[in-house]
């Protein structure tokens, strides 16, 4: 097969998110392309094999390019009958469901949901796979010391080993993860892999797998060593990297947020590389930590989710009218208030652009995808140390937990030097004036406190021009506002123009922006009558994006929320834009934005 899409679910404790990990692990060691899409509960512990608890994993992996995690599995692994109940809907008609038969009993229909029904008689369309997989791998371990409990968590390594052996996967990175993993305990060693292995003989036995064990080639990926990488620790990579450029440390303040925390956990692995972690007790802390830290000469980070860039609005503001550079992260989650804390959704955006009172305007980026993060954890980095202003860089929960294959980088080939704007005392002059600008990117410069020449005051309240005292005069004020708008408005003039992809000459232009490139993008070439804009830059965007937008008379915006880039570029060039919006915390499907391109070819008017 060309490509494959695999889901495994089951209880929070089933093991299914390490299964998932190992499978995707393992395809892009034997040289497959692709995307993976984990899907957590939001409850810490929700009831045991109910609805509410259920974990599940997806991968696509193929011997092509690979951009989404899939539309529908064609197998599902369901552990218990809750995640037969969460997940039947998605699984491709005639696909293959594998089923740990030992938990479909009475009491596990109960918990599922299941009211007066026997959901097993209605598999019919399915080739189903019932396994004994708890009793099976109980039996694998009998002889082994360990408690029947420790023996049961091993089923997630026997169900791994069917789907191994189904697809023709290699036990043996695998095997050595294990070994590793569980190094100071031999018998839990042993126990994992003899249930690996049990479940890849058992699935060779069986005629619904094992006579039709399915190969998927080496996909053909540019030359180069990858790794497999996620979001949020392509991003920490990106600003240490980043900050080791600029020749400056990294300070990150943070409180933790799903899905956001785990930016925070990568990057306090790392103190020998010049970083600095700071565990605030709220996120208004984090955020004015952070910005004592740039003040203090760091590359400053601060890290959220939708609830919490809420919290930090005003701090972002006084980080504003410092003029400090300061990078806020947000990982979108399903809003409004505590909303879907576990599901992805693009629903900040009109928050990050308008969500803090004045006229306050900051540089907004979005990722597009898991490896990209580490591109534009870069790019935040360089703008904010270059410009002087406050940069948010969106990404979302899909890219946060989701992984993909990732080239190592040339730096020095691909990564520009970044050039901080620190004040030279011997420059400064007789008297230092903390606001005078750069004339052409009208960037005050960074001074570091303890230097004698720099000394200045900072604050909240309005500055005069250049000296940086506090000023009620009104013409002052409004030269100061207009002054920070522009500075974010030149920006525009140190980043890429946009690129179109797709069918140029189609009627209809699709916009995307963040991490819907993947769907957007793949739906755009199997459809093949469409041309294609991807957004990363929405605060300045791209010099072209007018011109090129005015170039097609049908546009439609793709978004996960209920239509706010639709909106700002309804009302920033004057267009009438038409929109396709999703807000169910998952990603889209290709087959249904491809239905959305027919529609809008066939029916969408022609704007003006």
């Not at 009958?81 to 696909?95: H, V, Y």
Request: hydrophobic share 40%; glycine share 8%; net charge negative.
């Amino acid at each position: 097969m060309e490509q494959v899409v695999i889901r495994f679910s089951g209880d929070s404790g089933d093991g299914m998110q390490l299964t998932g990990t190992q499978f995707s692990n393992t395809s892009a060691q034997m040289g497959n392309d692709l995307a993976t899409f984990p899907d957590f509960p939001a409850e810490i512990r929700a009831p045991q094999g109910t609805v509410a608890g259920i974990s599940g994993f997806q991968i696509h992996f193929g011997a092509n390019s690979i951009k989404t995690p899939g539309d529908e599995p064609d197998v599902l692994v369901a552990m218990n009958p809750a995640a037969l109940k969460a997940n039947i809907e998605d699984l491709k008609p005639g696909g293959t469901l594998i089923l740990n038969i030992d938990a479909f009993n009475e009491l596990g229909f109960k918990k599922a949901g299941y009211v007066n029904e026997d959901p097993l008689g209605q598999l019919g369309s399915y080739q189903v796979v019932q396994a004994k997989i708890t009793s099976q791998t109980m039996e694998a371990l009998h002889e082994l010391d360990l408690d029947a409990k420790a023996k049961r968590r091993c089923k997630n390594f026997y169900a791994l080993g069917m789907t191994y052996f189904m697809f023709t996967r290699d036990l043996n990175p695998t095997i050595e993860w294990i070994k590793d993993k569980f190094s100071g305990d031999e018998l839990l060693t042993q126990a994992n892999i003899t249930a690996l292995k049990a479940g890849y003989n058992f699935a060779d036995t069986i005629q619904v797998i094992g006579d039709k064990a399915v190969e998927v080639g080496k996909a053909d990926i540019e030359p180069g060593i990858y790794r497999q990488i996620s979001g949020n620790t392509a991003l920490s990579w990106g600003f240490i990297y980043a900050a080791e450029n600029a020749g400056v440390d990294l300070f990150l303040g943070s409180y933790p947020i799903t899905p956001a925390s785990d930016i925070l956990h990568e990057l306090s692995k790392h103190k020998q590389m010049g970083v600095k972690t700071f565990q605030a007790e709220d996120e208004i802390a984090a955020c004015c930590a952070a910005i004592g830290a740039s003040y203090a000469g760091s590359l400053a980070i601060t890290t959220s989710a939708g609830p919490g860039i809420a919290l930090k609005s005003e701090a972002l503001n006084l980080a504003l009218m410092l003029e400090l550079p300061l990078v806020v992260i947000d990982v979108q989650r399903g809003g409004p208030s505590t909303g879907l804390p576990t599901k992805t959704e693009q629903s900040d955006l009109n928050m990050v652009m308008h969500g803090r009172n004045g006229d306050s305007p900051l540089i907004v980026l979005a990722a597009r995808s898991p490896s990209d993060c580490f591109k534009m954890a870069f790019e935040a980095a360089r703008l904010t140390l270059e410009h002087m202003t406050p940069v948010v860089l969106l990404t979302d929960g899909y890219i946060a937990n989701g992984s993909t294959p990732w080239k190592l980088p040339d730096l020095d080939k691909d990564y520009p030097k970044i050039q901080p704007r620190f004040m030279d005392p011997l420059a400064a002059g007789e008297k230092f004036l903390p606001y005078r600008r750069d004339a052409e990117k009208l960037a005050r410069y960074w001074a570091l406190p303890g230097t004698p020449e720099l000394m200045h005051r900072l604050g909240g309240l309005e500055k005069e021009a250049n000296t940086g005292n506090v000023s009620y005069d009104p013409e002052n004020h409004e030269a100061m506002v207009q002054v920070r708008e522009e500075k974010v408005n030149r920006v525009a003039n140190y980043i890429p123009e946009q690129v179109i992809e797709g069918n140029l000459q189609s009627d209809l232009l699709v916009i995307s922006w963040g991490g819907t490139y993947g769907s957007v993008q793949t739906a755009v070439a199997e459809h093949g009558n469409c041309a294609h804009i991807h957004l990363q830059y929405l605060n300045p965007m791209p010099k072209n994006i007018e011109e090129i937008l005015n170039k097609y008379p049908k546009r439609l915006v793709c978004e996960l929320n209920r239509g706010q880039l639709q909106k700002l570029i309804q009302a920033n060039f004057a267009l009438k834009v038409n929109g396709y919006f999703k807000v169910q915390g998952k990603p889209f499907k290709v087959k249904e934005l491809k239905d959305r391109f027919d529609f809008e070819l066939e029916n969408g008017s022609q704007h003006e």
